[in-house]
C-alpha cells in the first residue's frame, strides 16, 4: 500500500504512515519547583542553553528527584507556565 503522506517516501520513515506512531501533544501533570534567576548571581551548578541569555525574568528550575538545576528563559516561562 502506498502512503497518502505526501511527506513520506518510499524507504524513509515509515512511521508518519502509521497513525499509531503519529506525533501526539502532551501536557504535563505535575509542578515544577523554581526560583527567580538574581541578575548577576553566579550560575556555577546551573545548565543554561546555548540559545540562552540569563534576563531579569528567568527562572531557575529545580529537580526534584537530583536537585539539578537549570535556567529557563522569561519567555518560555511566561509561555508555559502558571503557578500553582
Same mark, same amino acid.
Given at each position: 500500500?502506498?502512503?497518502?503522506?505526501?511527506?513520506?517516501?518510499?524507504?524513509?520513515?515509515?512511521?508518519?504512515?502509521?497513525?499509531?506512531?503519529?506525533?501526539?501533544?502532551?501536557?504535563?501533570? !505535575?509542578?515544577?519547583?523554581? +526560583?527567580? #534567576?538574581?541578575?548577576?548571581?553566579?550560575?556555577?551548578?546551573?545548565? @543554561?542553553?546555548?540559545?540562552?541569555?540569563?534576563?531579569?525574568?528567568?527562572?531557575?528550575?529545580?529537580? !526534584?528527584?537530583?536537585?539539578? +538545576?537549570? #535556567?529557563?528563559?522569561?519567555?518560555?516561562?511566561?509561555?508555559?507556565? @502558571?503557578?500553582?
Amino acid at each position: 500500500m502506498r502512503c497518502p503522506n505526501p511527506k513520506c517516501k518510499d524507504g524513509q520513515d515509515q512511521n508518519c504512515c502509521n497513525p499509531d506512531h503519529s506525533i501526539k501533544h502532551y501536557k504535563k501533570n !505535575a509542578t515544577q519547583a523554581m +526560583r527567580p #534567576y538574581i541578575v548577576g548571581e553566579d550560575l556555577t551548578g546551573v545548565s @543554561v542553553s546555548d540559545e540562552d541569555t540569563p534576563e531579569l525574568g528567568g527562572m531557575i528550575a529545580i529537580g !526534584a528527584d537530583n536537585n539539578a +538545576r537549570w #535556567y529557563v528563559s522569561k519567555a518560555f516561562f511566561n509561555e508555559n507556565y @502558571v503557578e500553582a
